[in-house]
């Protein structure tokens, strides 16, 4: 007869049992259940007034169920709720000024910060200068990789455009009375919304506005394309074009 150990029996009992416990507190590296969490995909649409961004920005946002976000929208949703950040852009733009860098960049980082863009979001209108850009970057750095669509036209051509765009005074969904107009004449197709003309839409405007662009905001095309994610889209085609060039930029989600 084999003696009968206890102690021996007990001891082997309690291995087995931490071996157990340990396989369920530390789950082998290969399991399953063990994913790595995706990074956000952070859409930068750049291009000048009128190259058609929110169009595209919108047709995007309804594809890829991400949040799109205007940095002019989302200064006036800030003033108009009188947040602390959008009481201090009031102060610069009641004096005619320019909204500082920084506040924009605090109001961007509040709103990026918020759950439903965990997943994702399109930015339209924002960066516009190097600063800008060079502190998104280092926000990003280590957790996304933007890709950047760099929506080109020439300025004769965004002249044309901009003298006959309108929008929804309501939902502000964009349309064109030459390219893209709505199905009734100064209803919006969406929200049946008023559609009007922005003050900002006429010649003198326009040229003022490229020049702006051209002097503080292309060089960002430079600063990307050293980066290498920067992708050009000739935006002199239809929009259901542009949009078909702008979604072969995006990389398909992993199964």
Known sequence: LTHFNPMKTLFKHIIAGALMAGSFLFPPAHSDEIQSKPNPLVLIMLGPPGAGKGTQASM????????HIST?????ENIRQETPLGKQAKTFMDKGNLV?????LDMLFERVAQADCAQGYILDGFPRTLLQA??????????????????????????????????????GTPYHLAYSPPKKKGICDKCSGKLIQRTDDTEAVITKRLKVYHDQTAP???YYNKLNILHSIDCNQPKEKIFSEVVAYIPKPSK
């Open 134 to 171: 060079e502190s998104l970057q280092t926000r990003l750095k280590g957790h996304a990789q933007p890709i950047v669509l760099n929506l080109d036209l020439a300025d004769a051509q965004i002249i044309e455009r901009l003298t006959k765009r309108v929008v929804c005074e309501s939902c």
């Open 100 to 104: 500082p860098d920084q506040l924009i």
């Open 72 to 76: 002019g929208d989302l200064l006036r």
């Open 220 to 222: 960002l095309i430079d």
């Open 60 to 67: 995007l946002h309804d594809q890829l169920h991400i949040p």
